[in-house]
């Protein structure tokens, strides 16, 4: 069993920066890739970055490629999501996830994550 915590959301006017934290307690956190994901009222949650479990490889979704950043800091069983650039469209849940021994086109997928936090709500304001 793996938590995952989410934290740093709030709201910033646009063209501001948040930076998102994810927590995981648990099982062993460098065995597992880590997602984030955005949700609004009515749509589908959606893929927004992902890191390898190995921590080499990283992914965007188009919408927030050259915006946003995401790490991970195995030793602190910590993934982090810096938000540059901030779009009042960026306003969403966001939701970090674990998938075990996760890499590659997987991460793009929800139904692939093994974990989920309970999200944390950002606001951009124009």
């Known amino acids: 069993q793996v938590q995952l915590a989410e934290s740093g959301g709030g709201l910033v006017q646009a063209g501001g920066s948040l930076r998102l934290s994810c927590a995981a307690s648990?099982?062993?956190?460098?065995?597992?890739?880590m997602g984030w994901f955005r949700q609004i009222p009515g749509k589908e949650r959606e893929f927004v970055s992902a890191?390898?479990?190995?921590?080499?490889?990283?992914y965007y979704a188009d919408s927030v490629k050259g915006r946003f950043t995401i790490s991970r800091d195995n030793a602190k069983n910590a993934a982090y999501l810096q938000m540059n650039s901030l779009k009042p469209e960026d306003t969403a849940l966001y939701y970090c996830?674990?998938?075990?021994w996760g890499y590659g086109d997987s991460l793009y997928r929800p139904g692939a994550y093994d974990y989920w936090g309970q999200g944390t709500q950002v606001n951009v304001s124009s």
């Open positions: 890191i390898s479990y190995a921590g080499g490889r990283t």
């Open positions: 648990g099982r062993t956190f460098s065995n597992y890739g």
């Open positions: 996830a674990a998938h075990i």
